[in-house]
């Protein structure tokens, strides 16, 4: 029998950045691709309404879908609800953590930033990183619920106002001991969808990094023995909100393998 798919969790568009990185990686797997727009944005929710959602869906999914491995590509619902969800599911899972430690290990001024939503920069977890990667480094933290919302209206072909970017930049810069950082860490998947945009707005050249290319190697590793067999089906993306509305998205899921669009 041959293997299910890959099935992709974020709250909206931003686990593409994570996608793609996985396909190019797998370019043979097949892959399903949810978008909770019913319970989005995560990154403005609390814990316990986050790790509630993230594995009552991530239960129905993998039920209805039979994945050979799951990504929660969302640092969000990772540092919230990945310990939660791994011991119930029969299947495995991989997260999405902020790329501290490769952060700390290229800095050269040892001022690294953290750019992610409200809730995860607040996450124990963040500052467990910090502190075991990052312990000789100055790591300023900023939540932008702005620059969420401006990769989903990239997505949609529509235009932002380049302020979004200087803001959520200066969020960053104009904390103590910003005018020395040289590291971003685009701790929310929706950022490095934005990252040229981020760049250009830049004051100086800052260095972007991501977990992405980290999720694809673990992705491929897991799945190694792993075999699909026939033609590869064409790829979903499922929307818990229904799909009224998402029709502007539909070239760019295209550009990612994502042709089919369905409601939950």
């Not at 998205?249 to 939950?264: D, K, V």
Request: some cysteine; overall charge neutral; proline content about 7%.
């Amino acid at each position: 029998m041959s293997a299910g798919p890959i099935l992709f969790l974020d709250s909206g568009v931003g686990g593409l950045s994570v996608l793609r990185a996985v396909t190019a990686k797998l370019p043979d797997a097949p892959i399903v691709y949810c978008a909770d727009s019913a319970g989005y944005p995560y990154g403005t929710k609390g814990e316990a309404e986050v790790s509630a959602r993230v594995a009552g869906l991530l239960g129905r999914l993998a039920e209805r879908l039979d994945p050979a491995l799951i990504v929660i590509a969302c640092n969000t619902a990772s540092t919230i609800a990945l310990g939660y969800v791994r011991p119930v599911l029969d299947v495995g899972v991989v997260g999405t953590v902020p790329a501290i430690k490769p952060a700390a290990e290229q800095t050269a001024t040892r001022v690294i930033g953290v750019l992610g939503t409200d809730a995860t920069v607040r996450q124990p977890y963040v500052a467990d990183l910090s502190a075991r990667f990052a312990g000789d480094c100055t790591v300023l933290k900023h939540g932008s619920a702005a620059l969420v919302a401006a990769a989903e209206a990239k997505l949609r072909g529509e235009a932002v106002d380049p302020a979004v970017y200087r803001g959520a930049l200066d969020g960053l810069l104009n904390q103590p001991g910003g005018e020395r950082m040289d590291m971003v860490v685009l701790a929310c998947t929706h950022f490095p969808l934005v990252e040229a945009e981020l760049a250009a707005v830049a004051p100086r050249p800052l260095r972007f990094v991501h977990g992405a290319d980290g999720i694809a190697r673990r992705c491929a590793h897991l799945l190694r023995e792993t075999a699909w067999e026939g033609p590869k089906p064409e790829g979903r993306a499922i929307f818990t909100g229904g799909i009224e509305g998402v029709a502007p998205l539909a070239p760019a899921l295209q550009g990612f393998g994502l042709t089919r669009i369905e409601g939950l």
